[in-house]
């Protein structure tokens, strides 16, 4: 398993961050973020879709469960899925959501609290733990499959990171 592990001193660095992870993001890709409230999985994720090209307002998908997003990527249109599933009651919700059809090669799917679905989510191909640390944040990236260590390595490339 490769991992990549950092320590964001502040917001800045957790912006720079998700326009790291916008550069090598991939269709097909699925990310579940890991870390309490507060820990900044919404503000990476939001940088990470600004950064993509997404210029309209990114919100924390708390309530809704998901928020769709069209991205341009590799000179197509692509998806991408922000999921928040701390609200969900069981694992079951997510089936019975539809939430399961969305995953694929197709979109990029992002899901906050993957814990709440339990083994009903499919598994990520990159895992993202953020950890409060003082006035910063702990990051561990963890590839999980082949599609993951791609983006881990083009990651590695990216200076300042």
């Given at each position: 398993m490769q991992t990549w592990k950092a320590h964001l001193v502040d917001e800045a660095a957790t912006l720079a961050l998700g326009a790291a992870l916008a550069r090598v993001l991939q269709p097909g890709l699925n990310v579940h973020l890991h870390?309490?409230?507060?820990?900044?999985k919404t503000c990476l994720t939001r940088s990470l879709l600004h950064a993509a090209g997404y210029g309209g307002r990114v919100k924390s998908p708390t309530y809704t469960l998901v928020e769709p997003y069209t991205i341009r990527l590799q000179e197509r249109d692509?998806?991408?899925l922000h999921f928040d599933l701390y609200r969900m009651g069981s694992p079951e919700e997510f089936i019975e959501a539809g939430f399961r059809e969305h995953f694929g090669s197709a979109s990029i799917c992002i899901v906050e609290w993957p814990e709440q679905a339990g083994e009903l989510l499919p598994p990520p191909d990159m895992d993202v733990f953020l950890t409060?640390?003082?006035h910063g944040r702990a990051v561990e990236l963890r590839a999980n499959s082949a599609q993951g260590?791609?983006?881990l390595d083009h990651l590695h490339l990216i200076p300042n990171l």
């Open positions: 870390g309490d409230l507060g820990a900044g692509v998806e991408v409060v640390e003082g260590a791609t983006c």
